[in-house]
Nanobody
């Protein structure tokens, strides 16, 4: 059974850093595009960052460009999100997601990990 499990969330002060991890199992996710989404209370879920299967292509939302870095280790079936210079507006439930290169987001999601940034 396919499974994505996030970890690394927590409470941090503004300006601090956190590193999220997403461990994938049950499918050849090494060939999939992997992404991080976030959803704040009362708001829609939005993509934060994404990375191609090889790691050679990345995407970042404007709001996190220059502060967040997405990476992956296919040997470990794990994708990471390094978050620096965190702001209170980064507070949200962060989800790991996977899709086939030609597919759309929505088939594979983790359970989410909470990130809370205090001012």
């Amino acid at each position: 059974q396919e499974q994505l499990v996030e970890s690394g969330g927590g409470l941090v002060q503004a300006g601090g850093s956190l590193r999220l991890s997403c461990a994938a199992s049950g499918r050849a996710f090494s060939s999939y595009v992997m992404g991080w989404f976030r959803q704040a209370p009362g708001k829609e879920r939005k993509v934060v960052a994404a990375i191609s299967w090889s790691g050679g292509t990345t995407y970042y939302a404007d709001s996190v460009q220059g502060r967040f870095t997405i990476s992956r280790d296919n040997a470990k079936n794990t994708v990471y999100l390094q978050m620096n210079s965190l702001k209170p507006e980064d507070t949200a439930l962060y989800y790991c997601a996977a899709k086939e290169p030609s597919g759309t987001w929505g088939d594979y999601w983790g359970q989410g990990t909470q990130v809370t940034v205090s001012s």
